[in-house]
């Protein structure tokens, strides 16, 4: 399995893996209008004009992506996906690792996912990410936003 940039030409392939993917947290919180899963492809192609996007590509099969941008000296990461087949493998862990490695210069990284979407946050709390803020959508939902602060020698600190 090989961790490499994603172009434009991905996108359709992209949404559909994101598609495949999301149905099961749409379920957590019985709404299958969140933005993952409505996102078009036009939408998704303008978002690689922002954002760097990688690929996990296993037997010439994408089978995971992840997206970020930087904003000042912030990386926001999103869009952590691998196909339901391939999960618990260690491919989201190396897709995070890979995005990290692909900003350098920031201070921070910044993630968020809905609060019943436990095993994310184990696997971003396992990388060093630490949860700064609840944010309630609706009745169902709160998103939560977990942070990961960069000391001087490139080294994950914790704040409080």
């Known amino acids: 399995m090989k961790i490499i940039p994603a172009t434009v030409s991905d996108a359709k392939t992209i949404l559909a893996l994101q598609k495949l ?3 099961y947290q749409a379920a957590l919180y019985d709404d299958y209008e969140i933005p993952p899963l409505i996102e078009t492809l036009s939408e998704m192609e ?5 954002n760097s996007f990688l690929k996990a590509v296993h037997d010439k099969t994408l089978i995971g992506s992840v997206r970020a941008y930087q ?6 990461i999103g869009r952590l996906i691998v196909h339901p087949d391939y999960q ?3 491919i989201g862990t190396r897709l995070m690792a890979g995005i990290e490695d692909r900003f350098p210069t920031v201070k921070r990284f910044e993630l968020f996912t809905g609060h019943k979407s436990m095993g994310n946050i184990h ?3 396992k990388l060093g990410y630490v949860q700064f ?3 309630p959508v609706h009745e169902r939902l709160r998103l939560v936003y977990l ?5 001087s020698l490139g ?3 914790q704040t409080s």
Do not use: M, R, W
Not at 46 to 50: D, E, G, K, L
């Open 21 to 23: 993917a999301y149905p």
């Open 46 to 50: 303008a978002t690689f004009q922002t």
């Open 71 to 76: 904003e000042d000296n912030t990386c926001h």
């Open 88 to 90: 618990n493998q260690g």
């Open 123 to 125: 696997l971003y709390e």
């Open 133 to 135: 803020k609840d944010v």
């Open 147 to 151: 942070e990961k602060i960069i000391g």
């Open 155 to 157: 080294l994950s600190v």
